[in-house]
Structure formats: C-alpha cells, structure tokens
C-alpha cells in the first residue's frame, strides 16, 4: 500500500516505517491524533504535510512558517522577480507657465498587451499629474506600472518626456528668464522708468538712470523660474532693453542733436 498510494509514499520517505505505522502515535516525532489503520491516506497526509496532495509544487524549505517548513508551496510556482515589459515613451507638450507657476496636466499614450503567444493588442491610456516646478525641457518624468503588459512580466512603466513650448516674451537661459522691452532713443540716452511682468503676473519698476548701451543687462535677483528640486529658490530675471530708433531726423534735429553731443 506505501509503494502504490502517493500520500503514504510520501509519508514513508520522510519518516520511514514507524511513521506509517504510528502515525497517530508521535512515535517518531511526528504529529499524533490519526493512526493509518483506522483514518484514510489523505487525512494521514493533511496530519504530517498540511496539504492534501503530495505533488504540489516544494517551494522554499530554508524557513519556517507557523511552525511548518516549507516542503510543499504552491508559492513556489509565482516568480518573486518577474522582468518589467518595455517602457512606454510619451511627449508632453506644457506652457512655461505651467513650468513656473504649478499646474496639473494629462499625458495620453498607447500600450500593448501582449500574451505568451506573441499576440499583441493596442489600447489608450491617459494620466493626470503635477508639473514639477522648475522643471527643464528635455527632462523626462517616470509614471510607474501604467506602461506595456506582457505575461509573465510586471507591468512597464511610461517615460514622459516634458516639451515647454516657446514663451511670447520670457526666453529661458537654465533658471534665468530673459525679456526684452523697448525703449525709445530718448529713454536710452536720458533714463527712464519701465514697467516689466514677471512669469508669475508681478509688475515691477526698474529705474534706469544712465545710458543704454547695446550690451546693457539689467538683472533682477530671484525674479526668474524656480530650481527644480528646490521651488523655493529661484533664478534672476535679465531685462534686456531693446532702443528703437527714430525712422527720420530732419535737419535741424541732426544739428541740434550733433550740438548736443558735442561731435
């Protein structure tokens, strides 16, 4: 009966004979309370094992759980490190306002799924997150487990690439915002006092007192885009002030001007 039944197979090669014999003796160390003669092999096998068949999967017997090593696991059969499916690439295209000032957007992609056979289909996919502060052109911002499906592999993920779209008057330099503003010849040669926006819709006066030169910068500290990472700092504002000339002079103005300036 040993050789033929699985169960009691399976009990004799753990404990050999005796634990046939008494198996509801703790003879040999076993647990007691069902003897072989007078319950069936599966009641038997439930005793010593704690499962009904003896060709469930063994799984890991270096621990112990509730007393019981781990000689027969279906747990075993799951892989405990599946590969992760390809990732899926996706461009966001977002204002530097939203780069500047916060701001929830929805990127949008497609996945596949695909099965063990090597059959594939599409479907659409979507994911509203906040816009890092500060965040650069270029950088790519990770969404964790809503990429591509393959059996046999955890889920991938999705890389966003982030797309700041040109800005109507701010051009960025790293953390810098530049903007240019006119001025008039007068301005430039005799001062003035401007009024510049920044990105976050403050208005600013800069009081320029001498002359404006090509090259001439003005630079506002701390008025410019926040550092990613760390929002609460934040580059400079650079005023470039752009001098429109007048379209014509007449004689009398080009005298007076040349008088002037002393040429």
């Not at 160390?29 to 069936?40: I, N, Q, R």
């Not at 240019?180 to 208005?203: C, H, N, Y």
């Not at 379209?247 to 007076?256: F, R, V």
Request: glycine share 10%; hydrophobic share 35%; proline share 5%.
């Amino acid at each position: 009966m040993v050789l033929s039944d699985p169960k009691l197979r399976a009990i004799y090669d753990a404990y050999g004979e005796d634990g046939v014999r008494h198996g509801g003796t703790g003879d040999v160390g076993v647990p007691g309370g069902l003897a072989v003669e007078d319950t069936d092999p599966n009641a038997v096998f439930r005793q010593f094992f704690g499962v009904d068949s003896p060709f469930q999967v063994i799984g890991d017997i270096n621990g112990v759980r509730n007393n019981q090593h781990h000689f027969f696991s279906t747990d075993a059969a799951t892989d405990k490190n599946p590969p992760k499916a390809t990732a899926v690439q996706a461009t966001l295209d977002v204002s530097l306002e939203d780069v500047a000032l916060g701001a929830t957007r929805k990127a949008t992609w497609q996945w596949t799924n695909e099965n063990q056979r090597g059959e594939k289909s599409v479907c659409d996919a979507s994911f509203e997150f906040p816009i890092p502060k500060g965040i650069h052109h270029g950088d790519v911002v990770t969404i964790k487990g809503k990429g591509n499906v393959r059996e046999g592999h955890t889920q991938g993920d999705v890389l966003v690439t982030i797309n700041i779209l040109p800005h109507e008057r701010f051009t960025r330099d790293g953390d810098n915002l530049c903007v240019v503003t006119p001025i008039t010849l007068t301005q430039a040669l005799a001062g003035a006092s401007l009024s510049v926006e920044t990105i976050d819709k403050r208005t600013l006066t800069i009081l320029i007192d001498e002359v404006v030169h090509p090259q001439y910068r003005r630079v506002i500290s701390g008025a410019g885009m926040p550092k990613y990472g760390d929002p609460s700092a934040r580059g400079d504002l650079i005023v470039v002030c752009a001098t429109t000339f007048p379209k014509y002079l007449t004689a009398e103005q080009k005298s007076e001007l040349r008088r002037i300036l002393g040429e």
